[in-house]
């Protein structure tokens, strides 16, 4: 009876710690944010992609996002670079609504691998849980120069580009060439994205978002 007596606290507290424990791996959040997994491309992979507009070869990797209901990991292609690379700036970003339904990643681009500057930019849709949302979708890029005296403004616009058919996701991209088209200076990309919304019979558009700033042309 001694030994049980000395063992007790040790094994209460043993059992204390598992049960918080399970409550951290398998709580509401954890179990929820597991339910599911959407696989739209094979993951950690990297591919190359020559992108409509000036043909820019971009880089995507495999990477993993979490659904807007919070109940599935999607895995979808991230841009992360301009070929050949060198200093790329880069925003993802993510968001969704209820009305209509749907979940968006936008992403911008901007890159000094061509001395005027290269700049991409991606939209993709899905439904809340992560599913894909096939619809007639378009994006809108500009490359935009920083002027001290009045602040950034556009130097490049792309106009709004849809895709030939219905899918879940579109890019663009800008080619400067070797002397960037404004001067040089501080050079960011800005996107918008949209897709057609078949309940509300018209144009669901999020952004803008922004990219970081690159100096071109890159210092030698």
Known sequence: ??????????????????????????????????????????????????????????????????????????????????????????????????????????????????????AGGMVTIHTPSGDDLNRRIAILMRIQYYRPSTGWGTCRNSVWHEAPTQRSWYYWSLDNGTVPDCGNGSYRTQVYGRFFSVSLNRWEQRGPIYSPAVTLPPPV
Request: overall charge positive; glycine content about 8%.
């Open 1 to 118: 009876m001694v030994k049980l007596r000395s063992l007790r606290k040790p094994l209460l507290t043993l059992l204390a710690l598992l049960i918080a424990f399970a409550s951290v791996q398998f709580g509401p959040g954890a179990a929820t944010a597991s339910a599911g997994t959407k696989q739209y491309c094979p993951p950690f992979t990297t591919i190359k992609r020559t992108a409509p507009g000036d043909g820019l070869t971009f880089e995507f990797y495999c990477t993993e996002f979490l659904s807007e209901d919070q109940r599935a990991f999607v895995w979808d292609w991230e841009l992360i670079g301009v070929k050949p690379k060198r200093t790329e700036r880069r925003t993802v970003w993510q968001g969704g609504r209820a009305s209509p339904p749907y979940m968006m990643i936008l992403q911008s681009l901007i890159s000094d691998s061509h001395a005027g500057g290269a």
